[in-house]
């Protein structure tokens, strides 16, 4: 039995033409532990159809995401009500459907130094971190490159995570570590994973350079990547989260055996 639960993000797979079913059905045959969304509203199937279609191939929905929006999040605090009101129908939606993670953003920077924003988005998150404590729901504030993605995104270093983190002191409110952005950030991948494991909640991956697939192309060794993962004893999922030509079921297979170091 493999020591990673894999899951995978389903828009960077499904195509116009696709069946979702049969991708979902595919993808548990392979050895898929879950699937997860972007926006809680589901698509490209609405979130209940998606539930039991992850439910019958024997697989869970791992994560979605948990308010609006990537760019103006909760390190402005006119946004806090906003998003607490967003984030409480999320965690009413994840218990209905036992999804364990939810993704948060922290926004753009607009101008705002990093140790503000740690206050801030703190602050927001203190204000439903007791209910995700109630629920089992982990609320994954996600880290993102600002350097080529996602320009003047402010969690963009592992560090200001984990500070942000400790300041709001939630067992529940916990990093989605992005392989892919960090190696893009800030690199040292294994340490910085062994360092923070208790800080992460939920892994996502990507090759580097062009966020494609986890083959020979790109620089990130993902065997020996989740080897680490793997023995600091992290249980929760690591999900596929790359873009690629080729058939989505073939591509989810090769990373699949990626990453399956049992």
């Not at 939606?93 to 999804?99: D, N, P």
């Amino acid at each position: 039995m493999s020591r990673i639960r894999q899951s995978f993000c389903l828009r960077a797979f499904w195509r116009q033409g696709v069946d979702v079913a049969a991708l979902v059905r595919g993808a548990g045959r392979i050895g898929y532990a879950a699937v997860e969304i972007w926006d809680r509203a589901g698509e490209p199937l609405p979130l209940e159809e998606l539930v039991a279609t992850a439910r019958d191939a024997g697989m869970v929905v791992a994560s979605m995401g948990g308010h609006g929006t990537l760019t103006s999040g909760l390190n402005d605090p006119r946004q806090h009500g906003r998003i607490a009101d967003e984030l409480a129908a999320s965690i009413e939606l994840a218990v209905r459907h036992g999804i364990p993670n939810l993704i948060c953003f922290s926004g753009n920077r607009e101008g705002r130094n990093d140790e503000a924003a740690v206050e801030a988005c703190a602050a927001g998150l203190g204000r439903v971190a007791p209910l995700a404590e109630q629920a089992g729901v982990n609320l994954n504030m996600e880290l993102l490159n600002s350097r080529r993605n996602h320009p003047d995104y402010q969690a963009d270093h592992t560090a200001w995570g984990v500070r942000m983190c400790e300041a709001v002191g939630s067992p529940r409110v916990r990093l989605l570590y992005d392989i892919y952005h960090m190696q893009i950030m800030e690199g040292d991948i294994i340490a910085t994973i062994r360092a923070n494991i208790g800080r992460i909640g939920h892994f996502h991956t990507a090759g580097n350079p062009g966020r494609g697939p986890l083959d020979a192309n790109q620089e990130l060794n993902y065997p020996a990547i989740c080897r680490a993962i793997a023995e600091t004893g992290y249980t929760g999922y690591v999900a596929h989260e790359f873009w690629g030509k080729g058939e989505p079921l073939e591509m989810l297979a090769a990373a699949y055996r990626t990453c399956d170091v049992g």
